[in-house]
């Protein structure tokens, strides 16, 4: 990103106002059945002005990065709120402050590959899964790597410049199934640019198999029953239920509009199994996979406690819902594009593992499911979630039997948490998911295994 | 416009390319955001996007900017033709044949802000005379856009749009208890008539407040599912997606990948993409390759009539380019209205809202009903909580019953509701 000096424009007579240079990069390269059919780059730059006055916002942007263009959105920000103060009856409140300053590059510290290093660990893997498992019909692997560089600085004193990268390795498996096609899926990687995760295509082929061993299983299904059981949430399905099932609905803007959780504060919402945490940056001595600093109101970034051993704690703010509600900032305020206001968002959202095994967990249902991936979930101000399961098993006296059709999974998160009887002691970060809340964004999410009653869709 | 694109092809080729690509977009938009029920937010944005496709030994790159300066169209050129070269070569990459330039302008070009803030204010004071109970946000936003989409062989096509959209999202408390939450959205060309007479926008935000006391239904039961128009276009375009589309038919996904003129659906069902819709507000005009947009049955009385792909699925799988697209998808309107086919449902769900996974490949799939009500003996009971829809969505389209007279126009879509049997039904 080519840095501009933004403090010269700076508008006056606001009672907020906050200044944004981003640029998103992306990389991407997919292979299907050994043809290279994506090979694309992109990035998106420009400049963004949003202003407070007389309890009304401003926003204005452009792509052109200059002074002239600056000087034209600050102007076309302030002018924007000043028109919208004119037609409010609510009244003014003043934000809250908890500035700070810091820059956090996160550039590969490593030798870069090139575009051909990067092609040629793609067609490894994909020679590595034509020779290996010749029987499928379709193989399809690929790389991305996105990145968000961010300079941003604020009327109360917060400055930031971030680079945060992801990158990912993407395998779909496709095989001829006794009713048609069957597949399996997986999305690898997390935080970091490509050369920080990978090294060695050999690293990869466990992972491999086990897409492998998931999509010999999908050829053999029997439908769910519909209704309620006690089933085991995988890891990989932990950090999808702290986002979607209890993380949106402690976001202060949902609890403003109505959320349940408005309701609940300091009562018990959850078995005392449960903790679950709202992580800025750093969880257990790592980074997490969408670190977060300082956010985009140029507020320090803390960890925020939603549910501390069943108990509802917090919810997630950026300055206006903590001035509405007299909460505590948590710095959760982000916008994806250069273009896009700060929202109160996730950053990376999980469950705090217990100290139960995967295997006794399993062992321990009678007649239930093991209910291991999911590929979509949704939420709601009641706390109502349902989550797409892509890959799951039936369980009968503590065995693990046949997989299951594709099925929904529902639930009352207030209702359902109370239901935890078990929580395993491992870890899993889902690091490639993207939140849709009017802008799509980058979130990372995860958890231990869990024990809990379940309803599911089936015949 | 025209030089840069017309510059960026010449260019390529000049460099050693064989065919180039380049779409180029310029836009601005005007927001308005009622949030926490008072006007919050008005943004206004600038945005430019340019995508270059270069092709060369039957090899492809793409690169996708925002930046028009002479330096970094430069640059993104450059690094194109060298990441083409490493790129691998399939002859299946192709771009659109040369057809006759083109020019579209639709809609209106310029907002009206007075009239976004009027219609914002009345329907905030609606919502706050009428449905007390109702928490809710706003918008109102008009984008004005110009693109234009350029081939070396000789494709031109400039569109310059304008339109309105208009999005709500809404939830009641009352008595102690709550609603689940609703949407209603709409692309419109203007503004002529309030946001609440649009659609079913007034009808949605008035049932929120009887769905804050949901009652209870059967355990589990066999019945019919009427579902809304929104739900259906969802489910239409999972449907097109999951085996009509290019992804489902390269990477061998699709269930009817050689069924061109077959009948795999109820002959009740006919789905038409029409670019040229008067009555849709954002209209497809062009195919992603480049193509005029042809009206074209995808599905006509059941059977498979279009393949809606783009040349390198075609290419790939040695069919016809379809120069249609799964867009501005319009199911014409049956015989009865929502109310009778409310009167003839014996026991089923009136889903208004449906949050669901992917189907299964084979199309098996379950949806919690939300928003949603139960229906017994012709006649609405009460409003669900908790109740998951289990169903076949290939055997869904196998088993309609009947359209509604009434439609739903997304502006990018018309749908009306849908009647269908056999779904298994659990509540709780």
Redesign the interface.
């Known amino acids: 990103m080519r840095m501009f000096e933004m403090k010269q424009s700076l508008p006056a007579g606001l009672d907020y106002w906050e200044i944004k240079q981003q640029e998103n990069r992306e990389q991407m390269v997919f292979?299907?059945n050994g043809?290279?059919?994506?090979?694309?780059?992109?990035?998106?730059?420009?400049m963004m002005c949003r202003a407070y006055q007389s309890?009304?916002?401003?926003?204005?942007?452009?792509?052109?990065a200059d002074s002239p263009t600056l000087g034209r959105i600050c102007s076309?920000?302030a002018s924007?709120?000043a028109?919208?103060a004119r037609?409010?009856?609510?009244k003014q409140i003043l934000l809250p402050s908890n500035p700070a300053r810091g820059e956090y590059l996160f550039y590969t510290k490593k030798q870069p590959w090139s575009?051909?290093q990067r092609?040629d660990f793609v067609?490894d893997l994909d020679n590595y899964i034509h020779t290996k498992y010749p029987g499928l019909?379709?193989r399809?692997l690929g790389i991305r790597q996105d990145e968000t560089e961010k300079h941003i600085i604020t009327s109360d004193g917060g400055e930031m410049h971030v680079m945060i990268p992801r990158s990912f390795l993407y395998v779909?498996m496709?095989d001829k199934g006794p009713?048609?096609?069957?597949?399996g899926y997986r999305a690898l990687g997390g935080f970091g640019q490509f050369e920080d995760i990978y090294s060695d295509p050999k690293e990869v082929y466990e992972e491999l198999e086990k897409v492998y061993q998931e999509t010999q299983d999908m050829k053999d299904t029997v439908?769910a029953q519909?209704?309620?059981f006690d089933c085991v949430l995988d890891s990989r399905l932990a950090g999808i239920l702290a986002h979607e099932a209890v993380g949106h609905t402690t976001e202060a803007?949902f609890v403003?509009?109505?959320s349940?959780a408005g309701d609940y504060l300091n009562q018990a919402v959850a078995s005392p199994l449960v903790s679950l945490i709202d992580v800025a940056h750093t969880y257990a001595d790592t980074i997490c996979p969408v670190p977060v600093f300082i956010d985009d109101e140029g507020t320090l970034a803390e960890d925020c406690v939603i549910i501390d051993k069943g108990i509802l704690k917090s919810y997630m703010h950026n300055k206006e819902s903590a001035a509405?509600l007299g909460m505590q900032l948590t710095g959760n305020a982000r916008g994806h594009c250069f273009?896009d206001?700060p929202l109160i968002r996730m950053r990376n959202t999980m469950i705090v593992p217990g100290k139960d095994k995967l295997a006794e967990m399993i062992a321990s249902i009678e007649e239930g499911y093991y209910l291991v991936e999911?590929?979509?979930?949704?939420a709601?101000?009641?706390s109502?979630f349902?989550?797409?399961?892509?890959l799951g098993y039936e369980v009968k006296n503590g065995k693990l039997g046949k997989a299951i059709?594709?099925?929904?999974m529902?639930?009352?998160a207030f209702d359902l948490l109370k239901t935890v009887t078990m929580v395993s002691d491992d870890m899993y970060w889902t690091a490639s998911g993207m939140c849709g809340k009017k802008q799509s964004i980058q979130v990372g999410m995860g958890g231990p295994a869990i024990k809990c009653r379940v309803?599911?869709?089936?015949? | 416009m025209e030089k840069i694109c017309k510059k960026l092809i010449d260019r390529l080729l000049e460099l050693g390319a064989d065919k180039a690509l380049v779409i180029f977009t310029q836009s601005e938009s005007s927001e308005?955001n009622l949030?926490?029920k008072?006007?919050?937010?008005?943004?206004?944005?600038?945005?430019?996007?340019i995508t270059i496709n270069v092709y060369k030994d039957d090899?492809?790159?793409?690169?996708?900017?925002?930046?028009?300066d002479e330096a970094s169209l430069e640059e993104a050129i450059t690094?194109l033709m060298?990441?083409?070269a490493?790129?691998?070569p399939?002859p299946?990459f192709d771009i659109a044949e040369y057809q006759e330039p083109a020019v579209f302008t639709d809609g209106v070009l310029v907002p009206d802000s007075e009239l976004i803030?009027s219609r914002l204010?009345e329907f905030a004071q609606e919502m706050k005379d009428m449905y007390p109970d109702v928490?809710?946000?706003a918008t109102i936003s008009h984008t004005h856009s110009q693109t234009r989409f350029m081939n070396s062989n000789g494709v031109d096509v400039s569109i310059e749009r304008g339109y309105y959209e208009f999005s709500t999202?809404f939830?009641?408390?009352k008595g102690g208890k709550?609603?689940?939450?609703n949407f209603a959205y709409f692309r419109a060309s203007n503004l002529d008539r309030p946001c609440m007479e649009i659609n079913q926008s007034r009808e949605l935000i008035r049932q929120i407040v009887e769905q804050t006391h949901p009652g209870t239904i059967p355990?589990?039961f066999v019945g019919e599912v009427i579902l809304a128009p929104f739900v259906l276009g969802d489910l239409i375009q999972t449907l097109i997606q999951s085996h009509f589309s290019d992804n489902a038919l390269?990477?061998?996904?699709?269930?009817y990948p050689d069924h061109l003129g077959q009948k795999l659906f109820s002959e009740k069902l006919t789905i038409t993409s029409r670019p040229r819709d008067p009555h849709q507000a954002v209209k497809h005009f062009i195919t992603s390759d480049g193509y005029l947009a042809r009206e074209e049955a995808i599905i006509d009385k059941g059977v498979l009539r279009a393949y809606p792909i783009a040349t390198?699925a075609a290419n790939k799988t040695g069919k016809p380019v379809a120069k249609c697209h799964p867009y501005n998808l319009v199911i014409a309107p049956g015989e009865l209205s929502l109310a009778e086919m409310i009167a003839h449902t014996k026991q089923g769900i009136l889903c208004m809202r449906a949050?669901?996974?992917?189907?299964?490949?084979?199309g098996?799939?379950?949806?919690?009903a939300?928003n949603s009500y139960y229906i017994k003996d012709g006649k609405i009971v009460c409003p669900v909580?908790?109740t998951?829809?289990?169903f076949n969505l290939i055997e869904a389209m196998n088993s309609i019953v009947d359209f509604s007279r009434e439609t739903h126009n997304a502006g990018e879509m018309i749908m009306p509701y849908m009647r269908f049997g056999g779904a298994?039904i659990?509540g709780?």
């Open positions: 292979f299907l043809n290279m059919i994506h090979n694309n780059r992109s990035s998106s730059s420009g309890g009304a916002w401003g926003l204005a942007s452009s792509a052109l076309k920000a924007n709120a028109l919208l037609h409010r009856t609510g575009f051909a092609r067609q019909s379709t399809q779909l496709v009713d048609g096609p069957v597949q439908y519909a209704g309620s803007d403003l509009n109505g349940i509405m273009y206001e999911s590929n979509n979930g949704q709601d101000a009641t109502e349902m989550f797409g399961i892509a059709k594709s099925t929904t529902s639930g009352v309803n599911l869709g089936g015949k | 308005f949030i926490y008072e006007l919050n937010l008005l943004r206004s944005l600038e945005s430019s996007d090899k492809r790159a793409i690169k996708s900017i925002n930046q028009i690094e060298q990441t083409v490493e790129s691998n399939d299946a803030v204010a928490l809710f946000d999202m939830t009641a408390k709550m609603s689940s939450m355990q589990k390269i990477s061998n996904l699709s269930l390198y949050s669901h996974g992917k189907p299964s490949a084979q098996d799939m379950s949806t919690v939300k909580k908790e998951m829809i289990s298994t659990s709780k």
